[in-house]
């Protein structure tokens, strides 16, 4: 399990993303400063790549952007996967990768989608979320992240190979909605 530290990090993660997020296609520019609005962490099974899916909102759209924070650079990272480099007060230099482009978040994802890893909340040590919802699928499941949220039902259940999981809404209601499908179908 990982181990949240209580530190800083400068420059931080709302930092790092408002100059990166506006170079993402799926982003909506002009939407006003970025807030922090809900997300979990998964972990890495060999301790070595922090996992967090961050939702992030401005004044008008929830952004599902999933983190993986490495105490190196990631070798043959695609163009444009790095959100950038950040100081940790306790671990040092960090470079925050898009985790979609992450092949350990990557399969973590996978993971969890067939029921094999465990959400954990954002800022608890070995705490699992039980506000994700997760409707395993067997097989060799494909992740496809969600990276502008839409709302579901809040009383629903995913579909099978879906994760659910609530955030705040720009507006200050608490929403719900799938983060991560299985991209087989």
């Known amino acids: 399990m990982a181990t949240i530290h209580h530190t800083t990090i400068e420059p931080g993660k709302l930092e790092l993303l408002a100059k990166w997020l506006p170079?993402?296609?799926?982003?909506?520019?002009?939407?006003?400063?970025?807030a922090r609005a809900g997300?979990?962490?998964?972990?890495?099974?060999e301790g070595e790549v922090g996992i967090e899916l961050l939702v992030v909102t401005d004044d008008r759209d929830a952004y599902l952007v999933p983190m993986a924070y490495r105490g190196a650079p990631l070798e043959g990272a695609p163009e444009g996967a790095l959100i950038g480099?950040?100081?940790?007060?306790?671990?040092?230099?960090?470079?925050?990768?898009d985790g979609a482009q992450d092949p350990v978040v990557r399969e973590q994802l996978a993971r969890l989608l067939r029921g094999e890893?465990?959400?954990?909340?954002?800022?608890?040590?070995?705490?699992?979320?039980?506000?994700?919802?997760?409707?395993?699928?067997a097989?060799?499941?494909?992740?496809?992240?969600?990276?502008?949220?839409?709302?579901?039902?809040?009383?629903?259940?995913?579909?099978?190979?879906?994760?659910?999981?609530?955030?705040?809404?720009?507006d200050g209601t608490a929403r719900r909605a799938v983060f991560v499908a299985d991209g087989r179908g």
């Not at 100081?87 to 925050?96: I, Q, Y």
Request: charged letters at 20%; proline letters at 12%; a negative charge.
């Open 85 to 97: 480099t950040a100081e940790h007060g306790v671990l040092g230099t960090r470079w925050f990768y």
């Open 139 to 170: 097989g060799g499941a494909e992740p496809v992240l969600r990276r502008v949220l839409v709302p579901v039902d809040p009383a629903g259940e995913p579909a099978p190979g879906e994760v659910v999981a609530g955030y705040t809404a720009p």
């Open 39 to 45: 997300g979990f962490r998964l972990d890495d099974p």
């Open 117 to 137: 890893a465990v959400p954990q909340r954002q800022s608890e040590s070995d705490t699992a979320d039980d506000g994700v919802a997760v409707a395993p699928v």
């Open 23 to 34: 170079e993402q296609g799926w982003f909506r520019p002009g939407g006003g400063e970025l």
